[in-house]
């Protein structure tokens, strides 16, 4: 498939140029098709019955969940339904024991959603170490050695920071981590769909990840990916229907992973659609899209670093999907508004939930940057609009 048909199955992209992939991506027409399918044609709970409109949505989620444990190489049992990253990151940071003095590792570039809910912990005596990164928001795989000793029960770390679209050395860091005794959590929002990823490389014991950003499916849908022996560390916290074997008069049984973390009715129209989301990239092909994606980030970073009065974050040889940016004078608010206003580009503003990578990046007092974030549905001739636009909004300040 080409970027042409993709873009005939996303009407929005007729009306504007949209640069915020980073945040969520447009849903494609048969993505929101197989949802309307799920709702016309076979409405009902999962798992919860035996008439056949259960039976049908019941295969038609696991499916779903079939195909995305495919897609980046694990196991349907390895994949637990959440309804973002956020809520991924949290099943771990409250599911684990954690015992005073146990220590976690986490960089300075992570989304607010990878630091809160470890901060959350220091109530119970967990320390938090913060790795800093380089100028370039790149953490050195060094430091996170260094910073690790007998007291760490999990290191954490973004694999491409949503605010400046830096990649980090996953890979590096896994081999320090395997060869500890900790566990390993990598925060994929901003690359699963977008790059091409196979989880039993990665070697981590957690990955979490949205559905709504790079796989192209519906809000509302996350994913965690948890390895079976981790799956028996974590307790689960939403329990009630659909989490048990057994329950008497007065206990239950839990049943096994991903049951046990998925209490209650699921949000089964949403990740059928992220089924059918998958089968389109995979219709794509994920090697197309890295490489349409690498080729217009270049340009992108090209187009803004041409104007005399900006100053981009991050190298361009290591950064994947994302331009961050400022222009001299112009409060990043206000550049995002008029590019809206302008030529309905629409581009992220401000501190992008990622606070401490902005102070770090040192634009904490410009009130954050512009943040432009693409996926395969973008053009080479939009990305050149979008600089001819900041080109003449640069010249006005
Ligand atoms: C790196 C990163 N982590 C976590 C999140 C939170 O994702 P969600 O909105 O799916 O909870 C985001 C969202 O932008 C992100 O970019």
Redesign the pocket.
Known sequence: MKTTDVRRDIPLLDELIYLDA??TTPTPRPVVESMNDYFYSYNANTGRGSYGLVVKATHELELARKKIANFVNSYPEEIIFTK????S?NIVAHGLSWNRGDNIIVSNM??H??LVPWFNLKKLGVEVKIIKADENGVIDPDEVEKAMDEHTRLVTI?H???SIGSVQPVDEISKIVEDKDAFYLI?A??SVGHIDINLKKLKADLV?F?G??GLLGPVGT?LLYCTRDFSAELEPLNLGGGTVENVTENNFELTEAPACFEGGTQNIAGFIGLGSAVDYLERIGMSKIERHSKKITRIMYQEIQNIENAQVYGSPENIYGIVSFNIDNINPHDLAKLLDAVKSICVRSGFH?AMPSIRHMGANQLGGTVRASIHYYNTREEIEIFGETLQEISKLH
């Open positions: 980073a945040s973002n990253t956020t809520e990151i992570e989304h959603s990878n973004s491409v920071s949503n925060d929002a901003q979490a949205p709504h950003k996350g939930c």
